[in-house]
């Protein structure tokens, strides 16, 4: 339980089927660790106290479980290694994969508990045929999470409930409404949560107390443009607050070098490419693809899908060959595959 109408209303409607429910929610950081101050009553402390509120007046007990450690270790860490190393990453990703999905899970089985509920907006069928769990987009698309829920195992699918996946968001407030739940008209949150106010290369700077050193710009034969303020300020696509331009035209980054402390500028056409390369894939509907696959994949959280050939060339990395060139791919970010509403898998580009 987040602090939020989904996680909220999730528990109200596994109450009303009969489960026997507890409320949880995780500890995820220390005001330190995020460069907030102790006296600080910061917006983590806040859901705590709605979702208890919640909790209370659905009559099951609540607890908060501590897991700051491995947030700090699985998410936090990953997340300012990656712009160290020129990579863009997804820390919400992360949190699904470590935290509520591996961290919460075994939680949930060693005090002998059948099922984790979230608010998640996707759905989750068993496939007899395939004997197979399979992952599935929620009926109201605007809200879908299949993307960051990608990395879900077979076991973990097998004691998930999904209850908001057939459900619109509209619907969703209306029940928090008429219930009388304090956060009915609580917005959703959208940022990374452990950054808070600041831009994320602030929160890398005052987490690692580095500062990190200027470089080049350059373009695609090596000629320097001019100087940039430290890599982890860039992200592929990146066009503001560059401030240089080629032949006067819209100026775009392409790619960041760590090793030579090095960042690429060029024209928008040349961020398309057609293949990519992912490396630790999961695969859901299918255990492994045996065949190269026409399917859709989409590379970003917010992207459309799109036509892609996809090929598995050995246990751990996915070849994908998309119909039309694609912008501004990333490494870093997931690639996810699906066939119509059903999540084949995905993995993490590389």
């Known amino acids: 339980m987040s602090g939020g109408v989904d996680s909220s209303v999730a528990a109200y409607l596994i109450t009303r089927q009969g489960y026997e429910c507890i409320g949880a929610t995780m500890k995820l950081y220390n005001n330190e660790d995020i460069g907030i101050s102790q006296k600080h009553t910061c917006c983590s402390a806040e859901d705590v106290d709605d979702a208890r509120s919640v909790a209370y007046s659905l009559n099951i007990p609540y607890y908060v479980f501590n897991f700051s450690d491995s947030f700090k270790e699985n998410v936090i860490e990953r997340f300012v290694r990656a712009y160290e190393n020129g990579i863009t990453p997804n820390p919400c ?61 077979q076991e973990q699918l097998k004691h998930t409930l999904f209850p908001l996946g057939k459900m619109k968001k509209s619907e969703v407030r209306k029940i928090a409404g008429e219930t009388g739940f304090v956060n009915a008209k609580k917005h959703d949150s959208q940022d990374i949560c452990f950054v808070q106010d600041k831009k994320y290369y602030d929160f890398i700077e005052q987490y690692t107390g580095k500062s990190y050193p200027e470089g080049d710009f350059v373009d695609l034969n090596g000629n320097i443009l001019g100087r940039h303020e430290g890599i982890i ?75 892609a050939i996809v090929t598995q060339t050995d246990d751990d990395t996915l070849k994908i060959e998309f119909e039309e060139p694609q912008r501004a791919v990333t490494k870093g970010q997931a690639v996810v595959l699906y066939n119509e509403d059903i999540v084949v898998g995905g993995g993490i580009i590389q």
């Not at 508990?113 to 608010?119: K, N, P």
């Not at 398309?272 to 989409?298: D, F, M, Q, V």
């Open 93 to 153: 990703i992360d949190c699904n994969r470590y935290l509520k999905f591996e961290k919460l899970f075994l939680r949930a089985r060693e005090i002998d508990f059948d099922y984790i509920v979230t608010g998640h907006y996707a759905q989750i069928e068993y496939d007899k045929d395939k004997g197979r769990y399979l992952l599935k987009k929620a009926v109201d698309k605007t809200k879908d999470q299949s993307y960051v829920l990608y990395c879900m195992t």
């Open 233 to 307: 300020r860039y992200t592929i696509g990146q066009r503001r607050g560059l401030g240089v331009s080629i032949a006067n035209k819209p100026t775009f980054v392409l790619s960041v070098n760590p090793q030579q402390n090095t960042v690429t500028l060029g024209k928008e056409q040349d961020l398309y490419t057609k293949t990519l390369i992912a490396g630790n894939i999961n695969l859901i509907s299918e255990e492994r693809l045996k065949e190269p696959l026409r399917l859709k994949a989409k590379v970003r959280y917010r992207q459309a899908e799109q036509w």
